[in-house]
T-cell receptor, first 115, second 116 residues
Framework: QQQVKQSPQSLIVQKGGISIINCAYENTAFDYFPWYQQFPGKGPALLIAIRPDVSEKKEGRFTISFNKSAKQFSLHIMDSQPGDSATYFC??????????????FGQGTILTVHP | KAGVTQTPRYLIKTRGQQVTLSCSPISGHRSVSWYQQTPGQGLQFLFEYFSETQRNKGNFPGRFSGRQFSNSRSEMNVSTLELGDSALYLCASELLGRGATGGEQFFGPGTRLTVL
């Protein structure tokens, strides 16, 4: 019940296209859903995050869509650029109890944007 | 503001040895979490410390331990190293810890541990 399932494992997009990565979760106690971007040799960097009281959040070219009833959330990258080529991780967490400090991560999506 | 720093960046050890990794969180952050990242298992939570107390622990054997100091700096230790411990070890800092508001964890660059 603690799993977060992420798809696809890899994604190839042309420059200027839209990249879409999906995640599904089971634990309805999750109330914080961040996305991280990781470049080779670097730690994950927080990209954007959402809480379940909103269905969408946009920051620049990055948008999270959240569907509470379906227990799914997705990352959309508009006007994808070669510099966006990286591994993307979705994650989830909830406050309190034995959840302190614990992010549960999806398996990651390797995004390649061709020029 | 300086980010999360981890030392050393790279380590090579042999089976049976022990290792200590260090993490300095962002100034003012009081919660430090540790994660193990491998190609097969992905990012897995090890433990979290807040105000020098371990508040949460992941599903790892007792060979993995940690501590936090009064200045919020944290160390993790792995004893009796096994080949399977080869991984990128990441620490992340958070302002207050998830018990309050927040949830925003900021990661360091990691320590790449290779066990031969």
């Amino acid at each position: 019940q603690q799993q977060v399932k992420q798809s696809p494992q890899s994604l190839i997009v042309q420059k200027g296209g839209i990249s879409i990565i999906n995640c599904a979760y089971e634990n309805t106690a999750f109330d914080y859903f961040p996305w991280y971007q990781q470049f080779p040799g670097k730690g994950p960097a927080l990209l954007i995050a959402i809480r379940p009281d909103v269905s969408e959040k946009k920051e620049g070219r990055f948008t999270i869509s959240f569907n509470k009833s379906a227990k799914q959330f997705s990352l959309h990258i508009m006007d994808s650029q070669p510099g966006d080529s990286a591994t993307y991780f979705c994650a989830a967490s909830y406050a309190g109890g034995t959840s302190y400090g614990k992010l549960t991560f999806g398996q990651g999506t390797i995004l390649t944007v061709h020029p | 503001k300086a980010g999360v720093t981890q030392t050393p960046r790279y380590l090579i050890k042999t089976r049976g040895q022990q290792v200590t990794l260090s993490c300095s969180p962002i100034s003012g952050h009081r919660s430090v979490s540790w994660y193990q990242q491998t190609p097969g298992q992905g990012l897995q939570f090890l433990f979290e410390y807040f105000s020098e107390t371990q508040r949460n622990k992941g599903n790892f054997p007792g060979r993995f331990s940690g501590r936090q100091f009064s200045n919020s700096r944290s160390e993790m230790n792995v004893s009796t190293l096994e080949l399977g411990d080869s991984a990128l070890y990441l620490c992340a800092s958070e302002l207050l810890g998830r018990g309050a508001t927040g949830g925003e964890q900021f990661f360091g660059p990691g320590t790449r541990l290779t066990v031969l």
